[in-house]
């Protein structure tokens, strides 16, 4: 199994070899599922938290006597039928989102992602990028470049999630100049996950040879 791989100015600068193990993998619908919903729930901060009635101010002093007001009945402002008063069956910052997603089942999600987004051509091998200085207008070029291969025309007219671009190793000036493209994200190729991939309409890799090296490191 082989892909083209291009330069940053969209022109052909070769093949690799793909990893059958990656890009052969077979669509496993429920593997992804339980594995994308398990990174969206240990990115939730948990944090959201409201009062009860036995938690918010106010005194314990019943408003007005039981009968004889021609009002309704209660007890106490601390009621969830009082402006003010505390909540019904509200989120807690006790309550713990996370979930246990085993490395194995995270790493075979992600082949699974990434044979499926590269049988439907959403994925081009670039053979690196690289910046003289730090400038968004040079990484819009870039991009604009890359639209010219065939089957990515789309890819600079979509406004939103439309690349997700892999580097194998830090490059300010490449990250500085790519940051302010608003369709546009970055992310190291360690870092690659199910969730980031579906996210995106298409994955850009750099250096595909060491990146696609790491990868298969992931279930060896």
């Known amino acids: 199994m082989e892909a083209k791989v291009y330069n940053q100015k969209g022109k052909d600068a070769g093949t690799i070899a793909l990893p059958e193990s990656i890009f052969g993998a077979t669509w496993n619908a429920d593997l992804v599922h339980q594995v994308v919903e398990g990174i969206r729930s240990n990115k ?9 009635r036995g938690e918010v101010a106010g005194g314990g002093k019943k ?20 402006r003010g008063g505390g909540t019904t069956h509200g989120p807690l910052a006790e309550k713990d989102y996370s979930k246990k997603i085993n490395k194995k089942m995270r790493a075979k999600a992600l082949y699974t992602v990434l044979a499926e987004k590269y049988r439907k051509g959403h994925i081009l091998f670039v053979d690196g990028l690289s ?19 065939s089957g990515f025309e789309k890819m600079n007219s979509r406004k939103k999630n439309a690349i997700r671009i892999t580097v ?21 190729v360690q870092n690659m996950n199910a969730l ?13 040879k ?11």
Request: overall charge positive; glycine content about 6%; proline content about 5%.
């Open 44 to 52: 939730r901060a948990g944090t959201a938290d409201t009062k009860g």
């Open 196 to 208: 980031d991939v579906l996210s995106y309409q298409y994955l850009i890799i750099t250096d595909p």
């Open 131 to 149: 910046m003289s200085a730090i400038k968004t207008k040079d990484a819009a070029e870039v991009v604009k470049n890359l639209a010219t291969i």
């Open 210 to 220: 060491a990146s696609l090296d790491f990868l298969a490191k992931k279930l060896a």
């Open 168 to 188: 194998p190793a830090h490059n300010i000036e490449v990250e500085k100049s790519f940051a302010n493209i608003p369709n546009v994200s970055m992310e190291y």
């Open 63 to 82: 408003p007005w006597k039981q009968k004889g007001t021609g009002r309704a009945r209660h007890g106490s402002i601390r009621s969830p039928l009082w």
